[in-house]
Nanobody, 116 residues
Framework: QVQLVESGGGLVQDGGSMGLSCAASGRMFSINAMGWHRQAPGKQRELVAEITRGGNTNYAASVKGRFTISRDNAINTVYLQMNSLKPEDTAVYYC??????????WGKGTPVTVSS
């Protein structure tokens, strides 16, 4: 099992920046990828960005060039730096950890609101 605790989030103006972090604990050795997903009201949850243990990254097209994901394996923490935020980035952001077996673990989510 893996426990994920997100921090950051809140209200930011259009064009602003915000950072999220997610601390993981538990059976860390089985984790391959960690990442962030988001779910806006009335929409499905979608991948924002993910990073593998080896440092390979994958971004949604809508955030590429604006968001940066990073990972500190020494302290089992993944970060999401969000720049040039837009109102359409408003959502609840969930931290995710995936085992090599494909099992997913989720944080409780943290809301991000971008005001226009």
């Amino acid at each position: 099992q893996v426990q994920l605790v997100e921090s950051g989030g809140g209200l930011v103006q259009d064009g602003g920046s915000m950072g999220l972090s997610c601390a993981a604990s538990g059976r860390m050795f089985s984790i391959n990828a960690m990442g962030w997903h988001r779910q806006a009201p009335g929409k499905q949850r979608e991948l924002v960005a993910e990073i593998t243990r080896g440092g390979n990254t994958n971004y949604a097209a809508s955030v590429k060039g604006r968001f940066t994901i990073s990972r500190d394996n020494a302290i089992n923490t993944v970060y999401l730096q969000m720049n040039s935020l837009k109102p359409e980035d408003t959502a609840v952001y969930y931290c995710n950890a995936r085992y090599y077996s494909g099992v997913d673990f989720w944080g409780k989510g943290t809301p991000v609101t971008v005001s226009s």
